[in-house]
């Protein structure tokens, strides 16, 4: 077999030995913008990932916080992987920030394997709500990206604080929410949001802290940055769900609706599609269509 010659030009060849994308949004620039003062802008977009995570990417949003979609919790963790792949064709660069629910870490080395998985397929960072400092520094020490949570828990988790309730109010409690997201410094973290603090809380913890920490339904200022989901950014909440936090800047199901009633007006009343939309077959090729279709079955 000849030897291969290494040549100026094949030395040009474009090898790429990684496979993050020129301009996507890593922890380490999460941490430039933090170490700037640049605030930092997040979205939950719940199970309408791959397309309103590109909308995000297109309006400048930094981070994409995400979750599979399935009929129970155990199919969303088993469809993560190829969710993430799906979100990432949509949106390259966008921080793409992956909520792994709780029975894949039940383990430090459960939870190092599927968070591989997930970051090999497309995010840049994982949450793992309400991790143990154990698994966190198994995890970090093993180069997974993890942009956790503290104050209140999402989800399931509510049990704990007797529902969605505002935590960190008194002295006691503010203090245990600082030593948590210390601690969780101290084990690698890389990035992390708080939920439903005072303000006070929230900015205090967030100029204590070295990471980027971004508030979500946390006051003011909202630290490093904020997050809204996009169910409250649309009007997407029935009116007794809307939270003191929730803005409202579009309406998307009004929009979606009023687009889709139009259409079908259209269709109904024969005004879609217009003459001009289609296209006119030859004129000889027409007239010998119509002939041999009057004639079909006669001959």
């Given at each position: ?291 041999d279709l009057e004639h079909f079955g006669s001959i």
């Amino acid at each position: 077999m000849a030897e291969t010659k290494i040549t100026p030009e094949n030395q040009k060849a474009d090898i790429k030995t990684s496979l993050v994308q020129k301009g996507r949004k890593t922890p380490w620039h999460l941490q430039k913008m933090k170490d700037e003062g640049q605030k930092i802008v997040m979205v939950g977009t719940a199970y309408n990932d791959p397309l309103f995570s590109m909308f995000c990417e297109m309006a400048g949003v930094d981070v994409v916080r995400y979750t599979a979609p399935g009929e129970n919790t155990e199919h969303r963790a088993q469809n993560l992987a190829w969710w993430t792949r799906d979100i990432r064709k949509m949106a390259p660069t966008v921080h793409l920030n992956a909520y792994i629910q709780t029975q894949r870490v039940a383990d430090k080395y459960s939870a190092l394997r599927e968070a591989a998985i997930i970051q090999a397929d497309g995010a840049d960072s994982v949450n793992i709500m309400g991790i143990t400092n154990e698994t966190l520094k198994y995890l970090t020490d093993n180069h997974i990206s993890v942009f956790g949570h503290v104050g209140v828990l999402s989800g399931w988790q509510t049990g704990k604080f007797g529902g969605y309730k505002k935590v960190g109010k008194t002295a006691d409690d503010a203090m245990a929410i600082f030593r948590q997201a210390y601690e969780y410094q101290e084990n690698g973290m890389c990035g992390m949001t708080i939920e439903n603090t005072p303000r006070e809380v929230t900015n205090a913890i967030a100029k204590k802290l070295r990471i980027p920490v971004i508030g979500i339904a946390a006051g003011g200022g909202e630290g490093d940055g904020s997050e809204l989901v996009h169910f409250d950014i649309f009007g997407m909440m029935p009116p007794n769900k809307v939270g003191k936090h929730a803005k409202k800047y579009g309406e998307l199901i009004k929009f979606c609706v009023g687009a889709y009633k139009a259409f079908a007006d259209e269709v109904r009343e024969g005004e879609y599609p217009e003459e001009s939309m289609a296209f006119p077959m030859d004129e000889a090729e027409r007239d010998k269509f119509m002939n041999d279709l009057e004639h079909f079955g006669s001959i």
